[in-house]
């Protein structure tokens, strides 16, 4: 009996550490939603139907997310997630990301080449499948090359059957394995996009923070066979508007999350990963801040990669804040105990899930002795030009197309050929100076870090790394597609006799990266996988799947109320206004990063100035959830989500709604500026569903 109450003890311990039960948790997979948790807390009911239309009419927006919202292929996302594609279009002489841009008519709109958007049709379990091929017997490499093996089986089969790009994706922790199936769409051309000055107003200073007044939005429109997809899933406007109070979706594709991680994961990531990362981007911004200086042109070609690391750099310094927060480590050391202790109050759990923990603890250890190497080889961090990054795909696909399709490396299997080929023939702008820049400090790096390497001293050869770099940019003829299309059609003999510096590099650096490839393999991502799916397995013989899983970069489903919140004894409004925008720009005298484009100066006068712009609700997202469309209970398009507040990103590894928000572009706000800055009535018709 005292046995019976120290485990009914423990359980009860474990439960109420790791169920979610009132906050507005939760990144949920579309075939395994919160349905009696929507339906307690907020009455609302999930049907199949529902979550079909919704998933249908969910958009995969490169890494990012997106939404249709008409039945005439038009996708709305944020201007930062199409910003990739909008500063491809411009020219030193035509500079989209100042001006904007908005076509009038169907035959203006600009094809952003190589840009693939994909919806997800169908989820099918195969788990059983894939931990069928694990035996008892097995290491950990072993096990997780059988599971790989079928994986590429189950990919293939499926993506000959259906024509679908189709891929597993690993759910807690390796425990769980669903085969996503993806049409795929090449032909995405720019409808609208607002200047960069109105998307992200307020720049650094205010990204992750809140209150905001950003008009975060670009349009896209899917073509098939040169006419306009026939999108019968989209998302009708919501004109009202949200309240505070208001039930919310978003529905998106969140990148990474680390809730089910062990605590020693947590601390190499604290003592290991981060303080790189955060290192590294500070010194590429410093860098890239500096070459900005250097003229307007300098500035425009810079602005797209400035823009991704000082927003990496926030977002990672936020996560690292969580890890450096005693409270929220002593937190998760207290549901490690707790289920540690649950597993070991039971004899059958304690033989079958007690050595978990301390096995991906020494895969840690393990990883920290490599991960700089790691990092600058197999990562390509010592090589930062787009041009190595190329060679180093075209190399690779010589080498791995020869092979049967379950033996290439992942990234190489048949249902990746085609986004490939297309990324090596679209036809995007290269800049060498800035090529020629980056790869020096990268190559600095490396040199400082792997002098000894004998690959590093044969590719200095006792030349500083500005003279390595000058030659390999300017020595390389891969920023021409018909060389790039040369070398994709090419057997792997050709690669090997190419006189072309950049592919050189690529082989040199080859074998070692591909040895600490599978060292991280081998000693670590397999550990992680079957240790972790133990915890996870763990965890479901507990309670199930009532815990959701972490983000994968795949569809998900977040709920959350329309709420304020209390930040220094003030209470933080649910919603802002133009008028808060106009009162911003005036206190900081209209300078950057608080600086109106001229068309908001301008047409100042047409404005409801009371209209909401942005606003927040407790729905949970991570990066990759930018895009993601905000939806009301009668499935409308209320907003689109563009970020999160400072106090979400610890949320990483532990939620809670009293301060996490994320921030999203209401659709009155929309509407208004759509109308009244940027006079573009059609676009607004269509939204509305007007003929």
């Not at 491809?88 to 169907?106: E, H, I, Q, V």
């Not at 200047?195 to 205010?206: K, M, Q, R, T």
Request: hydrophobic fraction near 40%; proline fraction near 4%; include cysteine.
């Amino acid at each position: 009996m005292r046995y019976l109450k120290a485990k009914i003890f423990s359980l009860i311990l474990v439960f109420s550490l790791f169920i979610p039960i009132h906050a507005d948790e939760g990144m949920w997979l579309f075939n395994m939603p919160p349905s009696s948790l929507l339906k307690a807390k907020y009455n609302f009911n999930v049907t199949t139907e529902w979550l079909k239309h919704m998933q249908l009419a969910s958009v995969r927006f490169g890494g990012a997310s997106g939404s249709f919202v008409s039945p005439d292929g038009l996708v709305l996302t944020n201007h930062h997630v199409g910003q990739g594609a909008i500063q491809n279009l411009s020219t030193k002489d035509r500079d989209l990301m100042k001006t904007g841009f908005y076509a009038r008519t169907r035959a203006e709109e600009l094809k952003a080449a190589g840009l693939e958007l994909m919806v997800l049709q169908e989820i099918e379990d195969v788990t059983t499948k894939v931990l069928g091929a694990e035996k008892s017997d097995m290491t950990a490499a072993q096990a997780a090359a059988a599971k790989d093996k079928v994986i590429a089986a189950l990919e293939k089969e499926s993506s000959e059957k259906t024509g679908l790009r189709s891929t597993v994706v690993n759910l807690y922790s390796g425990s769980m394995f669903h085969l996503y199936k993806y049409k795929v769409y090449t032909d995405a051309r720019l409808v609208f996009a607002v200047e960069y000055a109105a998307a992200f107003f307020g720049g650094d200073p205010d990204n992750f923070t809140y209150p905001r007044y950003d008009l975060d939005i670009s349009l896209f429109r899917i073509y098939e066979n040169d006419k306009p997809m026939n999108s019968k899933h989209y998302l009708k406007w919501d004109t009202a508007g949200v309240k505070e109070g208001d039930l919310v979706f978003a529905s998106g594709q969140p990148g990474s999350t680390g809730r089910l991680l062990t605590l020693a994961q947590m601390e190499f990531l604290r003592d290991v990963s981060y303080p790189y990362t955060i290192s590294n981007y500070e010194r590429r911004r410093a860098l890239l801040k500096e070459f900005s200086s250097r003229g307007p042109e300098y500035a425009r070609q810079a602005q797209g990669p400035l823009f991704g690391i000082e927003n990496s750099l926030k977002a990672t310094i936020g996560y690292q804040s969580g890890l450096l927060d005693k409270k929220l480590m002593e937190k998760k050391a207290k549901e490690e105990q707790a289920l540690r202790g649950a597993v070991k109050k039971d004899p059958a759990l304690d033989n079958e899930f007690s050595k978990a923990w301390d096995e991906l603890a020494d895969a840690q250890k393990k990883f920290a002795s490599f991960f700089k190497a790691y990092r600058f080889f197999e990562g390509g961090a010592g090589f930062s030009t787009g041009y190595f990054n190329t060679a180093r795909t075209l190399v690779r696909l010589a080498m791995e197309k020869g092979k049967p399709n379950d033996e290439r490396l992942r990234e190489y299997r048949d249902a990746s050929l085609p986004s490939i080929s297309r990324r090596m023939l679209a036809v995007t702008p290269i800049y060498d100076e800035l090529e020629i820049f980056n790869l020096t400090d990268s190559l600095i790096q490396l040199q400082k870090e792997f002098g000894n390497y004998q690959e590093v001293k044969w590719l200095f050869a006792g030349k500083l790394a500005e003279d390595v770099a000058k030659d390999l940019v300017t020595g390389t003829k891969l920023g021409a597609v018909e060389v790039r299309k040369k070398y994709l059609d090419s057997e792997l003999d050709a690669v090997y006799l190419s006189d072309d510096p950049m592919i050189k590099l690529a082989l040199l650096v080859d074998p070692i990266s591909r040895g600490l490839r599978k060292k991280y393999q081998t000693e670590v991502e397999s550990v992680e996988t079957r240790n972790g799916a133990l915890i996870a397995r763990a965890l479901f013989k507990l309670k199930g799947t009532s815990i959701p899983p972490d983000a994968t970069s795949t569809l998900r489903l977040s709920f959350g109320a329309v709420k304020t919140y209390m930040e220094s004894g003030k209470k933080i409004p649910f919603a802002t206004t133009f008028r808060g925008l106009y009162d911003k720009a005036a206190k900081f005298k209209n300078k950057p990063p608080y600086e109106l484009s001229p068309s908001f100066i301008k047409n100042k006068a047409q404005l409801k100035l009371n209209t909401p712009l942005n606003f927040i609700a407790t729905c949970d997202s991570i990066g990759g959830n930018s895009g993601s469309p905000v939806i009301n209970r009668k499935g409308e398009f209320s907003g689109v989500l563009f970020d999160g507040n400072i106090q979400s990103l610890p949320a990483r590894f532990v939620y809670s709604d009293q301060q996490n928000r994320s921030v999203m572009v209401h659709s009155r706000g929309i509407i208004e500026a759509l109308l009244k800055i940027y006079n573009a009535k059609p676009l607004v018709d269509e939204l509305l569903g007007k003929k």
